[in-house]
């Protein structure tokens, strides 16, 4: 049996359109006969999936090292973490991608459905954004911004006509982290006070400061980090004490019930009172900032009610803090009714920070904010070696350049949309997908025990549906406090055809974990 699987999910035929996984042998054997078949006298085989959509790019052969050198060296000369990291119980090994595909070093084609962790906005390779790389590189790949060379100040402009007044003033970074990182420093200067509020559950970055922002406990060492940070209750209203079935900006509501009447959301007059008694009890009475992503990412694309962010900002501006807006995973078109996330709350915060989508890959970030908080900043030196380099700009250029000819955020709303539609069918189907929810390409699935408890799945079932999701030639992510949450956010470049062949890969995958209970 090894043997045959070995054989046939090794190395296909260069843009061969369909792929062998573990399912289709699965099927094929209990077409036949023998001591293999007999366990499938009592169950009937699952049906055999679609084909993988069709894609005419011919990746490279693979020639680099074995894999098992690759993983003996993560192992023993990369940071420990990769390891803990790796996805899978079986790694997959990337070697190339093209628009929404990956490849492994075998040659197996994946449909990726999770963007490099939300990163790649408009696809992997994509052609007019890799010649503007390639442009640039021949031109001048580094030069610091002690001189002035067009490639910043071009972008700059560019972006900034991507966003309200008076968000008009940016400074490049090299990270979401770092950006966020930036707008702590920003945001105590500016206002003279320390302390900062985030919303549990949330994700702002790795580095020392942000460590500080981000509540979950996974990413968190006993050492002090940014102190002066604080976390209120995230308003999630399918796993939060308080939600309904009309709270959310999403084409999918939860399956809670709600008693309210037209124009009142009682989830979200609590959870502002739990930010109101925060107030009253945990910060000074002068706050130096708010920091809150328009949808939880890591969190689990954990949406709020629709005026939280709104009522939020008011209460945080009424005790000298600044509202900043972390776009790191939802900005850039990946949302669809909106460029950015925050718009779809119908604010405008004081400092937007972005990176991951920016570049389509290529590591940057940016803060943009209001003249009159950079002109508090002027008073010392900030300065940011690799920050906005002409390389790095070049592509940012060249991206958003790419969203609007592409219309990226278009197809993002209506293939977003669909998929979540159809993602709703199947948690009406099955008693363990909790809540789907999102918006655009932005999307989280819950998965939970049972409907009534909302307890999360335990995580041993979510490994096992995560790997037959893969097997079967898709790359999602996890997300959520207790990891209950599968991410669905691609390249924003998917097909409708890409989004049905992964519900069929995911409905099976859900069949094939009620079959093994």
């Not at 990163?119 to 001048?140: D, F, I, W």
């Not at 929810?437 to 490994?463: F, H, N, T």
Request: some cysteine; glycine content about 10%; aromatic content about 10%.
């Amino acid at each position: 049996m090894h043997k045959l699987l070995s054989r046939l999910n090794g190395p296909c035929l260069l843009g061969n359109t369909h792929s062998w996984t573990a399912v289709d042998v699965f099927v094929k054997l209990h077409r036949g006969s023998g001591a293999l078949c007999q366990k499938s006298a009592v169950k009937q085989p699952p049906p055999e999936l679609p084909e993988m959509p069709a894609c005419d790019f011919k990746p490279e052969l693979y020639q680099g090292m074995p894999k098992e050198r690759l993983i003996g060296i993560r192992k023993h000369n990369c940071n420990p973490m990769t390891m803990k990291v790796t996805y899978y119980k079986k790694p997959v090994f990337i070697n190339q991608g093209y628009m929404q595909w990956l490849w492994d070093v075998d040659g197996r084609r994946y449909l990726d459905f999770f963007a490099g962790v939300v990163t790649v906005s408009v696809g992997h390779c994509h052609p007019k954004v890799t010649e503007a790389a390639e442009n640039q590189l021949r031109r001048l790949w580094h030069t610091s911004a002690i001189y002035i060379y067009p490639q910043m100040q071009e972008y700059a402009e560019k972006l900034t006509t991507l966003l309200p007044e008076p968000l008009k003033v940016v400074y490049f970074v090299n990270s979401g982290s770092e950006a966020n990182d930036l707008a702590v420093l920003m945001a105590r200067l500016h206002t003279g006070n320390f302390d900062i509020l985030t919303l549990r559950g949330s994700y702002h970055g790795g580095s020392p400061q942000a460590t500080g922002l981000t509540s979950n406990a996974i990413y968190k060492y006993p050492v002090p980090s940014s102190m002066g940070c604080h976390n209120t209750m995230c308003p999630d209203v399918f796993r939060g004490l308080w939600g309904g079935s009309q709270c959310r900006d999403s084409p999918v509501q939860s399956i809670r019930e709600c008693s309210c009447s037209p124009g009142q959301c009682q989830a979200n007059d609590k959870y502002i009172d739990q930010l109101k008694e925060m107030f009253d009890t945990t910060v000074p009475r002068r706050i130096a900032a708010f920091f809150g992503e328009p949808i939880q990412g890591v969190g689990g694309a954990i949406q709020y009610p629709k005026n939280y962010l709104k009522e939020t900002y008011q209460l945080v501006r009424e005790r000298g803090g600044i509202c900043i807006a972390d776009e790191v995973q939802t900005g850039f078109g990946r949302t669809g009714s909106h460029f950015w996330g925050f718009q779809g709350h119908s604010v405008i915060p004081d400092m937007v920070t972005m990176a991951k989508g920016i570049g389509n890959g290529f590591p940057m970030g940016a803060l943009v904010t209001t003249a009159e908080i950079a002109s508090s900043f002027a008073k010392g030196i900030h300065y940011n070696t690799f920050g906005g380099n002409p390389l790095a700009c070049a592509i940012a250029s060249s991206v958003l350049d790419t969203i609007k000819e592409d219309r990226t955020q278009e197809n993002s709303a209506n293939v977003g949309t669909y998929l979540m539609m159809e993602l709703a069918k199947l948690r009406n189907k099955y008693e363990i997908i909790g809540d789907v929810r999102g918006k655009g390409l932005q999307i989280g699935v819950e998965m939970v025990r049972d409907k009534a408890s909302r307890d999360p799945l335990p995580s041993q079932d979510m490994i096992q549906i995560f790997e037959d999701i893969k097997d079967m030639g898709v790359l999602i992510g996890k997300g959520g406090l207790y990891g209950q949450t599968f991410r669905i956010k691609p390249p924003m470049c998917i097909t409708k055809d890409d989004a049905d062949f992964f519900l069929a890969v995911f409905n099976q995958a859900v069949l094939n974990h009620m079959q093994r209970k």
